[in-house]
Every structure is written in C-alpha cells, then in structure tokens.
C-alpha cells in the first residue's frame, strides 16, 4: 500500500497547495514566522518556471501582486502582522478594483514590531478589510496542517469567482508546526468565470479598464460602493463554514478558531469523558464572511469564547446573538503570543456551570 | 513497559544543537510513515541560538487535538537547564530519558521512570558526537515501542536524502541506544 499520510509545516503546506492551485505568480518580503513559505515558493516557483520575485518590501509584494491579479495571473503573496499592515494601502486598491489575489498572514503578537510567537490579534485588521474604503476579504481560519493545504486551494478559486482577496489567516504556531496530513489533487470549484475583465493585450477586442478612482460621488463612487456591496452580501449567503460538535444540546458552547480552537477540542472531549454536563464546541473556519446564521440557530444560553487575543471575535458573537434572551457571553484571553491553556478553560467552565 | 497508548505526548529538549528538533521530526515522521497522526511543535525563536530549544511531539492513532503539551508523557532531556524547565511537568508514571554525561544532579522525583544514558560516552564508542539524539531515540524505541525501528531508518532515509552517508551513522546510533537499554 502506498504510503498516504504524509508530515509537513505548515508553512510548506500552503506553498505545495498554491503551487498545485496553479498559483503563477509569488511576491513577499521575509519575515518571522512564515519564512519558510517564502523559502518555499522561491524554490517551487522556479522548478515550475514560474515568477518568484523577492521584493524590496511588503508594499512593494503587495503592488507586484495588484499588477499580476490585473493580467489574468493567480497571484499570491505572504507576510506576519507588521509586515500585513504594510500591504494595506494595496490591498484596498485590489479589493477597489475588484482583482483576485491570495494573502496569507501568519499572525504573531502585537501591536508594532510585537514578538514572533503566533497570536490571534489580527482578526479586526482582517475581518473588517484591514485598510480604507468600504470593502471586505473572504478571510479563512483554518485550525491544522491540513486546512491549511485545502483551503489554500480553495483560496485561488474564491478569489478569481468573487474577484476579491482572499486572505488566509493562520498564525504562527500553524506556520511553524509540523503535523500529518493527506495530500491531494487540486479540483477547481465548477463553473470558474473566465476573466475576461483582465488586462492581457485588447488586439481584436474592446480595451478593458482597471481602475479604483470615480472622482464624482454621484452615479460613480456609490454605485461602485453598492456594486461591491451587493457582492458582499451574495457571499454572505454562499460561503458560511463552520464545525461544531454538541452543539445543538450542549449546555454551554465554547465559540474559538485556528490553535485556540486545538487547545478547545481538548477541553471538550475532557468534558465529554468526565463530566455529566454536555458542552459543545463551535469553530468558525470562514472568519468572514461569519457563520453568524448556525451560530444564532443554536438554543445554547451559555456561550464561552476563547481567543488568542484581547479578544476581537468575540464581537462577531454577539452581534450574531444580538437580540436574544438571556444570553450570556464570556471570553477567556490569551493576548501577547500566549495559548490559552487547557486547565483555564475548564476552570471557567466549570464556574459558568456553577 | 510498552505503551499502548493511543496518544503519546513528548517533550524533547536540550541546547541548540544537540540534535533536539531533528529527534523529534525523525520521531514524529515514522509514526506518519505507520499511518499514525502526529504533530511536532518547535520552540521557535530568539531563544534557539545557543540557548535551549524544545519541541513538542504527539503520536497518536486519533485525530490530534491541541499541539501543545502541558503534561508529556515522555520527557527526553540533552541538558540540566531543559530538565529543571521540564521535569515538574512530567506527568506521573511517565518516563525521563536524560543524557546523565550533563546531568549529573540526583533526581528528585520517585513516581516516573528514570532512564539515564551517558551519551559523551556512548557517541564516543561510534565515534561520532554528533548523534547522541539518535542515541536517544534508539533507547526510547526500545522502551516504548512507539514506532517501529524500520520505519525510523525509512525516516532517516527521507530526512538526509541529500546526504545519504549520513543515514549509516544514524542508523548505528540508533542501534546502539536501542541494544544499551536492554543491558
């Protein structure tokens, strides 16, 4: 039998799945702790004849990457906190002029230069668009090696359906661990639109115009903002992934994504074998557009949210629980590069049973 | 004692250097070569040069929940500062392999089991310092039959396909700690 379990990092995961996604063209700017992603594409894209370019800064990736995402290139680039908040100022001009392209961020503690631990301190920065204008990515937060490596791939085919960013999002302990995982064949999702949008030379057809400046208000910059709008709301409907387990009867429900998430599975299997009381899990997995829909369906009263920060998620709880009786919603938070750790989270459970 | 566990935690750690990180990716790729689940989480840092380094190795038949490691039921130490870090949180009953060349304090606790290998010594008999770490792995295999021997020299092979004389030695080292238990 050939071997099918394999042991990779997760930093070299996303690297194999966006090189197998048909990723064609790779611009970043080094920085702890996803190096090896950089490391990785450098010498996967030139195997496969394909542009790598190590630029001078994150700004500069990012523009490579606007250039590359206005062709009909499946672009990517990679960074970590600081180096995210760099590309902002492009990431807002490929969401305005409605271009494909894939980000990772392997998040680590902040703000400012921070440290080099994985953190989960980005999520505002992601889930809101992360620079100016009223935009959105389709964010990811996938919680092992092997998410990592699905929803890379899935990550290029979202981002050329919706022509937006998408952004994964994990953090640096997902970088930087090694874990086992089952390759496979990139699939593309059916029906992929041809970009007929895209800037490959106009011989024989109408020239097409990228662009993110309508200087008049009227008839121009809102209706683009309402263009934009209206797409955001269709993925709100189309894409809303989530796991849970216990959930529909679990007396309190503990809502966490990427490694706090490792740390919660622990917990609730904990309680599972030793406790009479049933608590349940729910993990978020698109970060946006949120499972606000499953999570609000629960009957659950109890919620605890954990997080690797001061807590950012916790906002998108309670706004999908807005306006329900008698809920309550607790928050256990790690900031800084710390991981929750098991013994906390029991601790608080068992008080919210009381 | 063989472990029959279906998830096995393991702390390995000792100085940059020694060999820490690669013992543990050798350990945790032969169980993925068995078809086992395995994680392996390094410390990362400011703190590998020349200072300690760690990771934390789980082995397992089921899905792996959190990779990190509160409690190991296996703690493997190349050094006194990675054991004084490490040894309160060996969980009782588990098992301390430590290089006691470094080691030579009396060890406090009485509820684990204490396997101690002269590793100086013993690399000098292959001569070679290098491999202490596969020393270690050998003796760990031998008392915990966590993985097969097999598919370590499979792992081996994978990990130094590009300086394949260095699989010989390894494999040696690994012999010997595996034979230096049983005496």
Redesign the interface.
């Given at each position: 039998m050939k071997?099918?379990?394999?042991?990779i990092k997760g930093n070299h995961a996303i690297g194999k799945a966006a090189i197998e996604a048909g990723c064609n063209f790779y611009a970043g700017y080094p920085i702890?702790?996803q190096n090896e992603l950089t490391e990785y594409m450098a010498k996967h894209m030139r195997l496969n004849k394909r542009p790598f370019v190590q630029a001078e800064s994150e700004v500069s990736a990012i523009n490579m990457v606007f250039g590359a995402g206005a062709g009909d290139a499946r672009a990517m680039t990679s960074s970590s906190s600081p180096g995210v908040s760099l590309k902002q100022e492009g990431i807002s001009y490929i969401a305005g002029a409605e271009l494909p392209c894939v980000i990772v961020n392997m998040v680590r503690g902040g703000p400012g230069l921070g440290?080099?631990?994985g953190a989960q301190s980005d999520y505002f920065q992601s889930t809101r668009g992360g620079g100016h204008g009223d935009y959105r990515l389709i964010v990811f937060g996938p919680n092992s090696v092997q998410e990592l490596y699905d929803f890379t791939m899935k990550a290029f085919d979202y981002a050329d359906k919706y022509r937006m960013p998408v952004m994964i999002l994990g953090d640096?302990?997902l970088g930087?661990?090694?874990?086992?995982y089952i390759p496979h064949k990139y699939e593309p999702i059916k029906n992929l639109p041809k970009k007929k949008w895209a800037l490959t030379g106009c011989k024989g057809r109408k020239k097409n115009i990228v662009k993110t400046l309508y200087l008049t208000p009227e008839n121009a910059l809102e209706e683009h903002n309402l263009k934009l709008n209206e797409k955001y709301k269709k993925i709100q409907k189309e894409i809303q992934m989530y796991e849970k387990a216990n959930a529909d009867d679990g007396e309190i429900i503990v809502v966490s994504y990427g490694t706090a998430s490792?740390?919660v599975?622990?917990v609730i299997?904990f309680f599972n074998k030793n406790s009479k009381k049933k608590i349940g899990m729910f993990r978020p997995i698109s970060l946006w557009p949120f499972p606000a829909t499953a999570l609000r369906n629960l009957k659950c009263k109890k919620f605890l949210v954990v997080e690797m920060s001061m807590g950012q998620m916790i906002e998108d709880v309670k706004l999908a629980l807005f306006g329900k009786k008698d809920v309550t919603v607790n928050l256990i938070k790690r900031p800084g590069g710390m991981?929750p750790?098991?013994?906390e989270i029991k601790d608080k459970i068992e008080k919210m049973i009381g | 004692m063989k472990t029959q566990d279906k998830l096995t935690k393991l702390i390995i750690a000792g100085f940059g250097g020694q060999g820490v990180l690669t013992m543990g990716v050798i350990l945790a790729n032969s169980a993925v070569v068995e078809e086992k689940n395995a994680t392996w989480l390094p410390s990362y840092g400011p703190e590998m040069r020349g200072g300690t380094a760690n990771c934390n190795v789980i082995v397992a038949e089921e899905e792996i929940g959190s990779p990190i490691i509160t409690s190991p039921d296996i703690l493997v130490v190349f050094n006194l500062p990675s054991m004084e870090k490490f040894l309160p949180r060996l969980r009782k009953g588990g098992i301390l392999i430590y290089n006691s060349s470094l080691i030579k304090k009396k060890i406090e606790r009485d509820d684990i089991k204490k396997i101690a290998l002269p590793l100086v010594e013993l690399t000098k008999k292959i001569k070679n310092p290098k491999v202490g770490n596969m020393i270690a792995l050998g003796s760990l295999l031998k008392l915990t039959g966590l993985v097969s021997k097999d598919s370590v020299v499979e792992s081996l092979k994978k990990n130094f396909k590009d300086k394949k004389e260095l699989v010989e030695i390894n494999k040696k080292a690994l012999d010997l700690g595996y034979e230096y238990v049983k005496s």
């Open positions: 071997q099918k379990k394999q042991l702890t702790p440290n080099i631990a640096g302990y930087q661990m090694m874990e086992s490792r740390v599975k622990n299997e991981i750790t098991e013994d | -």
